[in-house]
């Protein structure tokens, strides 16, 4: 009789153990997904890092159609500076509310944004590219420098410069310049940057020097220091446009 009783106990075991073992293994909560784990916003998907120095992290952007940013954070203020549209939609970290193409502009070519951390807080988001064409823009984060800040130019008496943004990090302006045409002269006072819209030939024209002549494309930008005086001159045949930047 005992090996009958050992029998029927090890199939009794094995019968109670099966719904245990048939359990199925539960997907992750989309909260635990790896791919949607917030990230900095210089270590996002498609937002390559390519210049950096003691001012800024330089970001070049470029987001192929059906593709996604990822959830990333804008920890610092930033600016982005828009070379070609697409459409897009945009959903904050958290929500279930998908923003529709359109909400916040096509992002037209040279329309330049000021991402505000210090006032608003960290944002978390990630921007899908719903369009049939890639989205394109140069971005560039603000590094914390102290409360001490650079004394910008006065430009509004330049020719050809457009003022399109001031703030408590930064000034702005936007050139276009049509074959021919030329900027007035000006002396930058601060460091900062140039980001070309729309490339082209055109020449620096620097008192004391001869003209350096340049050739840069769409998404090209240049580093300027302090100190500087130049004009610009279009020697090409196309519309030349680029955005200029003095940091505070």
């Not at 539960?26 to 390559?48: N, T």
């Amino acid at each position: 009789m005992r090996p009958v009783i050992s029998a029927s106990l090890f199939v009794l075991a094995c019968v109670l153990a099966q719904p245990a073992l048939a359990q199925p293994t539960s997907a992750p909560a989309a909260s635990d997904r790896i791919e949607d784990k917030p990230v900095p916003m210089d270590k996002a998907p498609f937002h390559i890092p390519v210049f950096a120095n003691d001012y800024i992290i330089l970001l070049n952007v470029n987001i192929p159609p059906g593709r996604n940013t990822g959830y990333h954070i804008h920890y610092a203020d930033s600016v982005s500076v828009n070379l070609s549209p697409a459409t897009q939609t945009n959903q904050n970290y958290g929500s279930s509310v998908v923003n529709p193409p359109g909400a916040a502009g096509e992002g037209e070519p040279g329309r330049a944004t000021f991402t505000n951390v210090t006032k608003d807080g960290p944002r978390t988001h990630k921007a899908t590219n719903v369009g049939p064409t890639p989205f394109h823009n140069i971005s560039f984060i603000l590094k914390d420098r102290g409360p001490a800040r650079a004394e910008v130019s006065d430009r509004s008496g330049a020719k050809g410069f457009t003022q399109i943004m001031d703030n408590a990090r930064l000034r702005a302006w936007r050139v276009q310049l049509k074959p021919g045409e030329s900027t007035g002269q000006i002396t930058q006072k601060a460091p900062g940057l140039r980001v070309y819209v729309h490339g082209g030939v055109l020449a620096e024209v620097i008192p004391g020097s001869a003209d350096r002549g340049m050739s840069p494309y769409e998404g090209d930008f240049i580093w300027q220091d302090a100190g500087q005086t130049r004009a610009v001159k279009n020697t090409g045949t196309t519309l030349i446009e680029f955005v200029e930047f003095e940091l505070k």
